[in-house]
Protein backbone atom coordinates (compact mmCIF):
# COMPACT_ATOMS: atom_id res chain seq x y z
CA UNK A 1 0.00 0.00 0.00
CA UNK A 2 1.78 3.18 -1.04
CA UNK A 3 -0.35 5.59 0.85
CA UNK A 4 1.64 8.99 1.01
CA UNK A 5 4.49 7.35 -0.19
CA UNK A 6 6.82 10.03 -1.25
CA UNK A 7 4.06 12.51 -1.04
CA UNK A 8 4.75 16.20 -0.28
CA UNK A 9 1.62 16.95 2.23
CA UNK A 10 3.49 17.36 5.66
CA UNK A 11 5.01 20.34 3.57
CA UNK A 12 2.34 22.19 4.57
CA UNK A 13 2.49 21.46 8.37
CA UNK A 14 3.78 23.81 11.21
CA UNK A 15 3.83 22.81 14.35
CA UNK A 16 0.88 22.30 16.46
CA UNK A 17 0.34 24.76 19.19
CA UNK A 18 -2.46 24.88 21.71
CA UNK A 19 -4.02 21.65 19.84
CA UNK A 20 -4.43 23.62 16.10
CA UNK A 21 -2.24 23.61 13.31
CA UNK A 22 -2.28 25.38 10.01
CA UNK A 23 -1.71 23.73 6.91
CA UNK A 24 0.20 26.62 4.38
CA UNK A 25 -1.73 29.48 4.73
CA UNK A 26 -5.26 28.33 5.73
CA UNK A 27 -5.84 24.63 6.55
CA UNK A 28 -6.84 24.19 9.85
CA UNK A 29 -5.96 20.88 11.49
CA UNK A 30 -7.73 19.68 14.63
CA UNK A 31 -6.70 17.64 17.56
CA UNK A 32 -8.55 14.58 18.48
CA UNK A 33 -11.41 14.89 21.47
CA UNK A 34 -10.79 12.77 23.99
CA UNK A 35 -13.93 10.42 25.28
CA UNK A 36 -14.74 9.03 21.83
CA UNK A 37 -16.03 5.73 21.71
CA UNK A 38 -13.56 3.51 21.23
CA UNK A 39 -11.54 5.18 23.82
CA UNK A 40 -7.67 5.84 22.18
CA UNK A 41 -4.98 7.72 22.62
CA UNK A 42 -5.17 11.59 21.48
CA UNK A 43 -3.43 12.01 18.16
CA UNK A 44 -3.65 15.18 16.16
CA UNK A 45 -4.47 15.60 12.44
CA UNK A 46 -0.43 16.47 12.07
CA UNK A 47 0.40 13.33 14.04
CA UNK A 48 -1.74 10.93 11.62
CA UNK A 49 -0.66 12.46 8.82
CA UNK A 50 2.50 11.44 9.64
CA UNK A 51 1.57 8.32 11.01
CA UNK A 52 0.16 7.85 7.21
CA UNK A 53 3.54 8.58 5.79
CA UNK A 54 5.98 6.35 8.36
CA UNK A 55 3.56 3.30 8.19
CA UNK A 56 4.94 0.26 7.14
CA UNK A 57 2.70 -2.98 4.82
CA UNK A 58 4.39 -5.99 4.31
CA UNK A 59 1.00 -7.59 3.07
CA UNK A 60 -2.81 -8.24 4.31
CA UNK A 61 -5.68 -9.72 2.80
CA UNK A 62 -9.51 -8.94 3.47
CA UNK A 63 -12.93 -8.53 2.19
CA UNK A 64 -13.51 -5.25 0.78
CA UNK A 65 -16.98 -3.50 0.55
CA UNK A 66 -17.71 -0.52 -1.82
CA UNK A 67 -20.73 1.09 -2.30
CA UNK A 68 -21.51 4.16 -4.78
CA UNK A 69 -24.70 6.11 -4.73
CA UNK A 70 -23.56 8.96 -7.00
CA UNK A 71 -27.40 9.81 -8.37
CA UNK A 72 -26.49 8.77 -12.02
CA UNK A 73 -27.87 6.99 -14.80
CA UNK A 74 -26.89 3.73 -14.94
CA UNK A 75 -24.27 5.06 -17.52
CA UNK A 76 -21.02 3.91 -15.85
CA UNK A 77 -22.14 0.03 -15.71
CA UNK A 78 -23.26 0.75 -19.25
CA UNK A 79 -20.07 1.71 -20.38
CA UNK A 80 -18.31 -1.59 -18.53
CA UNK A 81 -19.96 -4.16 -19.90
CA UNK A 82 -19.74 -2.45 -23.59
CA UNK A 83 -15.76 -2.62 -23.27
CA UNK A 84 -16.04 -5.72 -21.72
CA UNK A 85 -14.62 -4.69 -18.46
CA UNK A 86 -17.15 -5.48 -15.16
CA UNK A 87 -14.78 -3.74 -12.78
CA UNK A 88 -15.95 -0.92 -14.60
CA UNK A 89 -19.19 -0.79 -12.84
CA UNK A 90 -17.65 -0.16 -9.41
CA UNK A 91 -18.50 3.04 -9.96
CA UNK A 92 -22.11 2.21 -9.00
CA UNK A 93 -24.10 -0.08 -6.41
CA UNK A 94 -22.88 -2.12 -3.80
CA UNK A 95 -19.73 -4.64 -4.68
CA UNK A 96 -17.70 -7.57 -2.56
CA UNK A 97 -14.44 -7.95 -3.13
CA UNK A 98 -11.42 -10.06 -2.19
CA UNK A 99 -8.07 -8.33 -2.11
CA UNK A 100 -4.12 -9.68 -1.18
CA UNK A 101 -1.53 -7.40 -0.76
CA UNK A 102 1.85 -8.83 -0.47
CA UNK A 103 4.46 -6.04 -1.68
CA UNK A 104 4.10 -2.97 -4.41
CA UNK A 105 4.57 -5.63 -7.03
CA UNK A 106 2.53 -8.18 -5.61
CA UNK A 107 -1.27 -7.33 -5.55
CA UNK A 108 -4.90 -9.63 -6.23
CA UNK A 109 -8.31 -8.80 -6.48
CA UNK A 110 -11.21 -10.60 -6.93
CA UNK A 111 -14.50 -9.23 -7.76
CA UNK A 112 -17.11 -12.15 -7.15
CA UNK A 113 -20.85 -11.53 -8.25
CA UNK A 114 -23.71 -14.29 -9.47
CA UNK A 115 -22.96 -14.72 -12.83
CA UNK A 116 -18.49 -15.05 -12.01
CA UNK A 117 -15.44 -13.89 -11.10
CA UNK A 118 -12.95 -11.21 -12.64
CA UNK A 119 -9.80 -11.30 -10.96
CA UNK A 120 -6.66 -8.94 -11.87
CA UNK A 121 -3.28 -10.50 -10.25
CA UNK A 122 -0.22 -8.56 -10.39
CA UNK A 123 3.15 -10.99 -9.69
CA UNK A 124 6.21 -8.91 -10.25
CA UNK A 125 6.46 -7.49 -13.72
CA UNK A 126 3.34 -10.05 -14.59
CA UNK A 127 -0.25 -8.96 -15.03
CA UNK A 128 -3.23 -11.00 -15.66
CA UNK A 129 -6.53 -9.94 -15.72
CA UNK A 130 -9.30 -12.96 -16.28
CA UNK A 131 -12.81 -13.37 -16.50
CA UNK A 132 -14.25 -16.75 -15.49
CA UNK A 133 -17.64 -15.87 -17.13
CA UNK A 134 -15.87 -15.88 -21.03
CA UNK A 135 -13.33 -18.04 -19.73
CA UNK A 136 -10.59 -15.42 -20.88
CA UNK A 137 -6.97 -13.76 -20.06
CA UNK A 138 -4.70 -11.39 -21.17
CA UNK A 139 -1.28 -11.34 -19.85
CA UNK A 140 0.74 -8.71 -19.91
CA UNK A 141 4.64 -7.60 -18.77
CA UNK A 142 4.93 -4.58 -17.15
CA UNK A 143 7.93 -2.20 -18.52
CA UNK A 144 10.76 -2.53 -15.55
CA UNK A 145 10.40 1.15 -14.82
CA UNK A 146 6.74 0.04 -14.04
CA UNK A 147 5.69 2.33 -11.23
CA UNK A 148 5.13 1.17 -7.52
CA UNK A 149 1.56 1.86 -7.33
CA UNK A 150 -1.19 -1.01 -7.42
CA UNK A 151 -2.94 -1.82 -10.25
CA UNK A 152 -6.18 -2.04 -9.23
CA UNK A 153 -7.26 0.98 -7.08
CA UNK A 154 -9.47 -1.10 -4.93
CA UNK A 155 -8.86 -1.05 -1.44
CA UNK A 156 -9.35 1.89 1.28
CA UNK A 157 -5.57 2.53 0.98
CA UNK A 158 -5.38 2.96 -2.63
CA UNK A 159 -8.73 5.46 -2.52
CA UNK A 160 -7.03 7.18 0.84
CA UNK A 161 -3.61 7.82 -1.22
CA UNK A 162 -5.31 9.58 -3.80
CA UNK A 163 -7.28 12.01 -1.61
CA UNK A 164 -4.52 12.87 0.22
CA UNK A 165 -2.69 14.23 -3.08
CA UNK A 166 -5.73 17.16 -3.19
CA UNK A 167 -4.34 18.48 0.12
CA UNK A 168 -3.54 21.86 -0.45
CA UNK A 169 -4.28 25.30 1.69
CA UNK A 170 -7.51 25.12 0.31
CA UNK A 171 -8.06 21.92 2.70
CA UNK A 172 -9.22 21.68 6.09
CA UNK A 173 -7.71 18.72 7.53
CA UNK A 174 -9.29 17.98 11.00
CA UNK A 175 -9.51 14.69 13.36
CA UNK A 176 -13.57 13.04 13.76
CA UNK A 177 -14.56 10.73 15.87
CA UNK A 178 -12.79 7.20 16.73
CA UNK A 179 -14.42 3.80 14.87
CA UNK A 180 -14.65 0.48 14.78
CA UNK A 181 -13.97 -1.02 11.15
CA UNK A 182 -13.91 -4.73 10.46
CA UNK A 183 -13.35 -5.05 14.26
CA UNK A 184 -10.11 -2.82 14.72
CA UNK A 185 -10.06 0.71 16.36
CA UNK A 186 -9.35 3.45 14.14
CA UNK A 187 -8.94 7.17 14.32
CA UNK A 188 -10.76 9.16 11.61
CA UNK A 189 -9.07 11.98 9.56
CA UNK A 190 -11.53 14.17 7.85
CA UNK A 191 -10.68 16.48 4.93
CA UNK A 192 -13.08 19.25 3.90
CA UNK A 193 -12.37 21.53 0.71
CA UNK A 194 -12.86 24.94 1.49
CA UNK A 195 -13.36 26.06 -2.40
CA UNK A 196 -17.32 26.13 -2.42
CA UNK A 197 -17.00 24.95 -6.30
CA UNK A 198 -16.02 21.85 -4.92
CA UNK A 199 -19.04 19.21 -5.16
CA UNK A 200 -17.24 17.23 -2.25
CA UNK A 201 -18.11 18.25 1.27
CA UNK A 202 -15.96 15.57 3.01
CA UNK A 203 -13.75 13.43 2.79
CA UNK A 204 -13.20 10.96 5.95
CA UNK A 205 -10.51 8.26 6.11
CA UNK A 206 -10.29 5.59 9.15
CA UNK A 207 -7.29 4.99 10.06
CA UNK A 208 -6.32 1.44 11.97
CA UNK A 209 -4.63 2.64 15.52
CA UNK A 210 -2.19 0.05 15.32
CA UNK A 211 -1.42 -0.44 11.67
CA UNK A 212 -1.82 2.64 10.09
CA UNK A 213 -3.30 1.77 7.65
CA UNK A 214 -7.01 2.83 5.94
CA UNK A 215 -9.54 1.06 6.57
CA UNK A 216 -12.79 2.61 5.38
CA UNK A 217 -13.07 5.59 3.18
CA UNK A 218 -16.07 7.68 2.90
CA UNK A 219 -16.96 11.01 0.79
CA UNK A 220 -19.92 12.92 1.16
CA UNK A 221 -21.13 15.66 -1.30
CA UNK A 222 -22.54 18.53 -0.66
CA UNK A 223 -25.85 18.77 1.44
CA UNK A 224 -26.04 14.74 1.76
CA UNK A 225 -25.74 13.34 4.93
CA UNK A 226 -24.76 10.17 3.79
CA UNK A 227 -21.75 8.96 2.14
CA UNK A 228 -22.06 9.06 -2.13
CA UNK A 229 -19.14 6.81 -2.21
CA UNK A 230 -17.75 4.40 0.66
CA UNK A 231 -14.63 1.32 0.53
CA UNK A 232 -14.03 -0.25 3.57
CA UNK A 233 -12.84 -3.60 5.27
CA UNK A 234 -15.38 -5.87 6.63
CA UNK A 235 -13.00 -8.08 7.33
CA UNK A 236 -9.19 -8.00 7.47
CA UNK A 237 -5.80 -9.64 8.24
CA UNK A 238 -2.40 -8.05 8.25
CA UNK A 239 -0.40 -11.52 7.89
CA UNK A 240 1.60 -11.65 4.29
CA UNK A 241 -0.22 -13.52 1.82
CA UNK A 242 1.41 -16.79 0.33
CA UNK A 243 3.29 -16.55 -2.78
CA UNK A 244 0.55 -18.93 -4.47
CA UNK A 245 -2.24 -16.32 -4.18
CA UNK A 246 -0.49 -14.35 -6.66
CA UNK A 247 -0.35 -16.93 -9.03
CA UNK A 248 -2.32 -17.32 -12.22
CA UNK A 249 -2.86 -20.56 -13.42
CA UNK A 250 -4.72 -20.57 -16.49
CA UNK A 251 -8.06 -22.82 -16.05
CA UNK A 252 -8.83 -26.27 -18.78
CA UNK A 253 -10.36 -24.24 -21.97
CA UNK A 254 -8.90 -20.56 -21.04
CA UNK A 255 -8.62 -18.08 -24.04
CA UNK A 256 -5.23 -16.33 -23.18
CA UNK A 257 -4.24 -13.42 -25.05
CA UNK A 258 -0.63 -11.67 -24.90
CA UNK A 259 -0.57 -7.57 -24.61
CA UNK A 260 1.96 -6.59 -27.04
CA UNK A 261 4.74 -4.35 -25.63
CA UNK A 262 3.02 -0.51 -25.35
CA UNK A 263 -0.01 -1.78 -25.12
CA UNK A 264 -2.23 -0.82 -22.11
CA UNK A 265 -4.24 -3.30 -20.06
CA UNK A 266 -7.14 -4.65 -21.74
CA UNK A 267 -9.98 -6.09 -20.23
CA UNK A 268 -10.06 -10.22 -20.22
CA UNK A 269 -10.62 -11.38 -23.89
CA UNK A 270 -10.37 -8.15 -24.95
CA UNK A 271 -7.30 -5.78 -27.59
CA UNK A 272 -7.16 -1.83 -28.26
CA UNK A 273 -6.37 -1.27 -31.29
CA UNK A 274 -2.92 0.85 -31.63
CA UNK A 275 -5.26 3.82 -32.83
CA UNK A 276 -6.89 3.54 -29.50
CA UNK A 277 -4.29 3.54 -27.14
CA UNK A 278 -2.67 7.25 -28.38
CA UNK A 279 -3.27 9.68 -25.81
CA UNK A 280 -5.54 12.11 -26.15
CA UNK A 281 -4.95 15.93 -26.16
CA UNK A 282 -5.51 16.26 -21.96
CA UNK A 283 -4.85 19.68 -20.11
CA UNK A 284 -5.75 20.55 -16.49
CA UNK A 285 -7.95 23.67 -14.92
CA UNK A 286 -7.27 24.32 -11.19
CA UNK A 287 -6.00 22.68 -9.00
CA UNK A 288 -6.67 20.50 -5.59
CA UNK A 289 -10.44 19.23 -5.17
CA UNK A 290 -11.55 22.06 -7.77
CA UNK A 291 -8.90 20.73 -10.96
CA UNK A 292 -10.88 20.51 -14.05
CA UNK A 293 -9.91 17.27 -16.71
CA UNK A 294 -10.23 19.02 -20.38
CA UNK A 295 -9.48 16.22 -22.82
CA UNK A 296 -9.63 16.54 -27.12
CA UNK A 297 -10.74 12.84 -27.63
CA UNK A 298 -12.65 13.07 -30.98
CA UNK A 299 -16.42 12.41 -30.99
CA UNK A 300 -17.91 12.87 -27.75
CA UNK A 301 -20.60 10.84 -28.19
CA UNK A 302 -18.52 7.40 -28.15
CA UNK A 303 -15.55 9.11 -26.62
CA UNK A 304 -13.46 8.81 -29.31
CA UNK A 305 -14.12 4.67 -29.54
CA UNK A 306 -14.98 2.60 -32.26
CA UNK A 307 -17.41 0.19 -30.83
CA UNK A 308 -19.97 -2.28 -32.69
CA UNK A 309 -23.00 -0.16 -33.67
CA UNK A 310 -24.75 -2.84 -33.63
CA UNK A 311 -24.11 -4.23 -30.00
CA UNK A 312 -26.78 -4.29 -27.60
CA UNK A 313 -24.56 -2.42 -25.19
CA UNK A 314 -23.61 0.23 -27.47
CA UNK A 315 -26.83 1.12 -28.73
CA UNK A 316 -27.85 1.31 -24.91
CA UNK A 317 -24.92 3.57 -23.99
CA UNK A 318 -25.66 5.72 -26.87
CA UNK A 319 -29.53 5.75 -25.79
CA UNK A 320 -28.42 6.86 -22.25
CA UNK A 321 -26.06 9.49 -24.08
CA UNK A 322 -28.69 11.12 -26.06
CA UNK A 323 -30.89 11.00 -23.39
CA UNK A 324 -28.44 13.58 -21.47
CA UNK A 325 -29.58 16.80 -21.48
CA UNK A 326 -28.25 19.03 -23.82
CA UNK A 327 -26.63 22.25 -22.42
CA UNK A 328 -25.24 25.81 -24.10
CA UNK A 329 -23.38 29.27 -23.46
CA UNK A 330 -20.83 31.12 -24.59
CA UNK A 331 -18.41 27.91 -24.96
CA UNK A 332 -20.07 26.15 -27.24
CA UNK A 333 -22.64 23.41 -26.89
CA UNK A 334 -23.00 19.72 -25.54
CA UNK A 335 -24.52 17.51 -23.29
CA UNK A 336 -24.29 17.34 -19.31
CA UNK A 337 -23.44 14.29 -17.25
CA UNK A 338 -24.42 15.45 -13.37
CA UNK A 339 -24.02 13.44 -10.28
CA UNK A 340 -23.63 14.09 -6.32
CA UNK A 341 -19.99 14.42 -6.48
CA UNK A 342 -18.58 14.69 -10.08
CA UNK A 343 -19.80 16.67 -13.27
CA UNK A 344 -19.34 15.74 -16.94
CA UNK A 345 -19.52 17.96 -20.06
CA UNK A 346 -19.20 16.48 -23.19
CA UNK A 347 -19.35 18.74 -25.74
CA UNK A 348 -20.30 18.80 -29.90
CA UNK A 349 -16.44 20.12 -30.85
CA UNK A 350 -15.16 16.01 -29.34
CA UNK A 351 -13.84 17.44 -25.87
CA UNK A 352 -14.82 15.84 -22.56
CA UNK A 353 -14.89 18.36 -19.40
CA UNK A 354 -14.61 16.92 -15.87
CA UNK A 355 -13.93 17.51 -11.89
CA UNK A 356 -15.60 17.29 -8.72
CA UNK A 357 -17.08 20.66 -8.93
CA UNK A 358 -20.50 22.26 -10.11
CA UNK A 359 -21.28 22.36 -13.88
CA UNK A 360 -20.45 26.05 -13.45
CA UNK A 361 -16.76 25.53 -12.96
CA UNK A 362 -17.01 22.84 -16.30
CA UNK A 363 -18.40 25.96 -18.32
CA UNK A 364 -15.60 28.20 -17.31
CA UNK A 365 -13.38 25.53 -18.39
CA UNK A 366 -14.43 24.83 -21.38
CA UNK A 367 -14.36 28.45 -22.73
CA UNK A 368 -10.57 28.00 -22.99
Known amino acids: MSVMKNRAVLRWLVPVTAGVAVIGGGAAVGTFAAGADPALPPRSAAQLLEDLRTSRLDGLSGTVVQRADLGLPPIAALAGRAAGNDLAGLVSGTHTLRVWYGGEDRQRLALVDTLGEQDILRNGRDVWTWNSRENTATHRVLPADAPERATVPATPADAADRALEAID ?89 EATEGER ?41 KPDADAPDAQMLAQVLDELPKVSGDWGSGRLLSGKLFSVLLTDDGRVVAGLVTPERLYEAAKG
Open 169 to 257: PTTAVTVGRTATVAGRDAYELVLTPRDTASLVHQVRIALDAKEKVPLRLQVLADGQDEPAFQVAFTQVDFRTPEADQFRFNPPPGVKVT
Open 265 to 305: PAPAGKRFDKEDAEKPDVRTVGTGWTTVVVAKIGDAATGGA
